[in-house]
């Protein structure tokens, strides 16, 4: 008898503290697959997009691979209810999704689920008005004055340029320079006004809609690099109905998504999709504006060379 109402103590006690502590992950879905060129491999990027996401500690991660081009879409429902926010490192063309897939999606976003499009995601799907509507802008797959206007900052504001032609284009993956343009939303509050990311693609000239688009950050095109000499979006945040989308156009391949700064807004903005809020504090080693900034156990494994078959940038 003693012993049982010791047990039920003991137990009335470990049931009182186990949910004080430990809140509920936030679940998401991390969404994956075709990319047919040589460019984008999923298959090495999604390991390490999902393993920041764990390392967060407030996500439980489920990857989802999209059947590749030739595959049997048939069975491909994802049931986007059990997920708060959806992370996309997918691109795929116009004709790859079904009416049924599209609308479900749409549905989903609409109604309050998250969405992030990580770089390329957002070459995907260039005809699909409702994609683009929760993207904001987006490059390639045919992209041009048609998909919208050339959005980027000029004089502490976003312009639309309507100016014919194409949509997306990048330099040689040289280090940047991010500069914050909206300093007190969620994700880019207590970063550092400009900060120093690694080797990557500056996408430039992304066209599209722009409806309830807020830009927090930008990058110089270097006319010397290719550029444009625009100030062009690099991260932005989208309302969609009641969702919230996350885009950030960083993240080409392994060496540059070993950045501090890339991990920091991609941790920040994927739970910022999912909840509206933002509990991931700005970690000491976030980069400096004249200084970028990786960690060791990002770095790309031995011998990895980019699949765009450029030398790998130096890691710093
Ligand atoms: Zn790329």
Redesign the pocket.
């Known amino acids: 008898m003693r012993t049982s109402i010791i047990g039920m103590l003991l137990g009335a006690g470990l049931a009182f503290s186990l949910p004080i502590s430990a809140a509920p992950p936030i679940r998401v879905m991390l969404l994956d697959g075709e990319q047919a060129g040589a460019?984008?491999a999923w298959q090495e990027t999604t390991p390490y997009l999902k393993r920041m996401l764990d390392d967060a500690g407030i996500f439980q991660v489920d990857v989802v691979t999209a059947p590749p081009r030739d595959g049997d879409f048939s069975t491909f429902k994802p049931d986007w209810s059990k997920y708060q926010v959806v992370v996309s490192n997918y691109d795929a063309p116009d004709e790859r999704w079904s009416d049924s897939i599209r609308s479900s999606f749409e549905q989903y976003i609409r109604n309050g689920g998250g969405f992030v499009s990580v770089?390329?995601a957002d070459n995907a799907f260039a005809n699909w008005k409702e994609y683009n509507l929760m993207i904001g802008v987006g490059g390639w797959r045919g992209r041009n004055e048609k998909s919208g206007p050339h959005f980027y900052y000029q004089e502490g504001k976003l312009v639309p340029d309507p100016a014919p032609g194409p949509a997306g284009s990048h330099g040689a993956r040289n280090p940047f320079k991010v500069v914050n343009r909206v300093t007190d939303h969620p994700i880019t509050m207590d970063l550092p006004r400009e900060w120093l990311h690694v080797g990557d693609?500056l996408y430039a000239n992304l066209r599209g809609p722009g409806e309830n688009m807020t830009v927090l950050s930008t990058a110089s095109s270097d006319p010397a690099n290719r550029g444009t000499g625009h100030d062009e979006p690099i991260l932005m945040v989208i309302a969609y109905g009641k969702g919230r989308i996350f885009h950030t156009v960083m993240g080409?391949?392994l060496a540059a998504l070993n950045c501090v700064g890339f991990m920091t807004t991609y941790q920040r903005g994927t739970e910022w999709a999912a909840t509206g809020k933002v509990t991931e504090k700005v970690p000491r080693d976030f980069p400096l504006a004249d200084k970028t900034s990786t960690r060791r156990e990002y770095d790309p494994p031995p011998g990895w060379t980019s699949p765009g078959g450029r030398p790998r940038p130096p890691s710093k």
Do not use: G, M, T, V
């Open positions: 460019y984008h770089h390329a693609e080409h391949d």
